[in-house]
């Protein structure tokens, strides 16, 4: 199939926007995780929206995925569950940075516990955008926004702007795929996995 040129001299309309790029980059990089119960994903971008570290929850390096335990669960001891063991996506992000992360903005599939939000402050990130906030009233979600408010690190929710699977349908590369039922559809797996 002959790919389409628009004719138009004006640019398109329906891009994504960097809220929505660097949300599907922290997506798509919590689909490295193991965890059987949580992929979380973190992307941290510099003030000219250029990423710099990338993270996803997981084991710290050395230690394998088959060694230690991914349970949870109140009923075990500590060092029985992953609770001990994980790195979370935000601090691995941290980790991970090509530079120095001060002034930069963290975009994050789950608010930081209070511990992650420790290190966000302590590195000078002054912006968090989150995509799920499950554990608001829990304890260390509750001193994680006390010690972010207290040290001005500004945090959002983020609000879709356009319905991502509707925009990839309607794209010129969505129409492209071979003739073959075999073939995966790889715009499937990640807006119904990650959105």
């Known amino acids: 199939m002959e790919k389409q040129h628009n004719t138009s001299d004006k640019k398109r309309t329906n891009y994504l926007s960097w809220d929505e790029t660097f949300m599907l ?11 059987p119960n949580t992929q979380a994903g973190t992307c941290i971008v510099d003030e000219s929206n250029v990423i710099v570290g990338l993270g996803y929850n997981g084991f710290p390096r050395g230690c394998s995925d088959d060694s230690l335990p991914w349970r949870r669960g109140l009923e075990f001891k500590l060092s029985e569950t992953k609770y001990a063991y994980v790195v979370h996506s935000e601090v691995n992000a941290i980790y991970n940075a090509n530079k120095p992360v001060k002034n930069c903005k963290l975009y994050c599939v789950l608010f930081p516990c209070n511990e992650c939000s420790k290190t966000i ?9 989150y995509q799920e906030d499950w554990y608001h009233d829990q304890e260390e979600w509750i001193a994680a926004r006390k010690m972010l408010d207290m040290a001005g690190v500004t945090y959002r929710q983020y609000t879709p702007q356009h319905d991502i699977k509707r925009l990839f349908a309607q794209s010129p590369q969505a129409n492209t795929q071979p003739n073959n039922p075999d073939a995966t559809n790889t715009d499937e797996f990640i807006f119904e996995e990650i959105i």
């Open 121 to 129: 402050i302590q590195t000078g990130i002054k912006e968090i955008i």
């Open 25 to 35: 980059m922290a997506g798509i990089i919590a689909q490295r995780s193991k965890d």
